[in-house]
């Protein structure tokens, strides 16, 4: 069929808006597994903490969401270079996601607000995936895709397929294991192990108190009345949950700034309490922290 100039501006269109919905899949990709990578962290630190396994249902959730958003991605590669494979990967991309949905649909009700927003959202995200699958379907159809044997096209989505694959098995393979720098939990209950002297140091992946005078961090559950103990491990749930799995270099997000001062206020009353668990002068404060504490 001859191209008008009418066709040809409007197909040229297309291929732009088809090129920058594949980009965009290849960045939403990205923050999706950067956002389950985080959820998947915290739970296992949550295990760890607690001194008990990831359940299984949770691991193999997170190795199906971390297919979909290898496929996700890769997709959104081929789309953005007009490429054959853009067809078998987005109908793979819709299928997995079709499946995930089902899935989903038999989890119980949502059980407030944002998990009703969280499921619209995800059932959202899908509907537009599949429409913009069947756009695939018919650039396919006429003709607008490149070769499937293009080497250029062909080396882009591995490497990008490569890429997530790497980034997710590495942190998804991740559990926390046993650590010189921890007491052992297995070990005999001894009174002559008990901490003296104290710093309160919160720190992610890691107990929040040390023993100052072992160099060592505590389970603070084993070694602290009931009351203090627990509150204490509320406390630290609020600065594991916060803070960013994937780079644990900057200070936490609590989200909003009430959170963060919340947060620091209640560590306060902590040392104070510490203070008068064992003594004024046996309590120290890290210069961890102090930063937070200044930061809010």
């Known amino acids: 069929m001859e191209r008008t100039p009418f066709r040809a501006v409007f197909m ?3 291929e732009i808006f088809f090129r920058a919905a594949g980009a965009f899949y290849v960045f939403a990709g990205h923050v999706t597994a950067r956002t389950m990578l985080m959820e998947a962290t915290a739970d ?21 969401l971390g297919a979909i958003v290898v496929v996700t991605a890769a997709s959104g590669t081929a789309l953005a270079l007009m490429s054959f494979w853009a067809l078998p990967l987005f ?17 119980p009700r949502p059980r407030d607000a944002e998990e009703r927003s969280g499921r619209r959202r995800t ?36 490497a990008t397929t490569l890429y997530f694959v790497v980034w997710l098995r590495r942190d998804l393979g991740w559990r926390p294991g046993p650590s010189e720098m921890f007491d052992d939990p297995d070990l005999p209950f001894e009174p002559a192990l008990r901490p003296e002297k104290v710093r309160l140091d919160p720190c992610f992946g890691s107990w929040p108190l040390v023993d100052v005078r072992r160099g060592r961090r505590f389970n603070h559950l084993t070694w602290l009345p009931e009351e203090l103990a627990f509150r204490i491990e509320d406390w630290d749930d609020m600065f594991q949950l916060a803070f960013d799995g994937d780079d644990p270099a900057p ?5 909003t700034a009430e959170r963060a001062v919340a947060y620091v206020e209640e560590g306060r009353a902590i040392v104070l309490a510490l203070c008068d668990h064992f003594g004024a002068d046996n309590v120290e404060v890290s210069a961890a922290f102090d930063r937070q504490a200044d930061s809010s």
């Open 91 to 107: 109908v793979a991309g819709t299928a997995m996601q079709t499946v995930w949905l089902i899935r989903a649909s038999g989890n």
């Open 123 to 158: 059932i959202n995200a899908a509907l537009i995936y599949t429409a913009v699958a069947l756009g695939v379907i018919w650039l396919w159809h006429d003709g607008r895709l490149g070769p499937a044997a293009d080497p250029l096209s062909v080396g882009l989505i591995l």
């Open 44 to 64: 296992r630190m949550i295990a760890a903490l607690a001194n008990d396994a990831e359940p299984a249902g949770i691991a193999g959730r997170h190795v199906a």
């Open 251 to 255: 200070l936490p997000n609590f989200g």
């Open 12 to 14: 040229d269109l297309v």
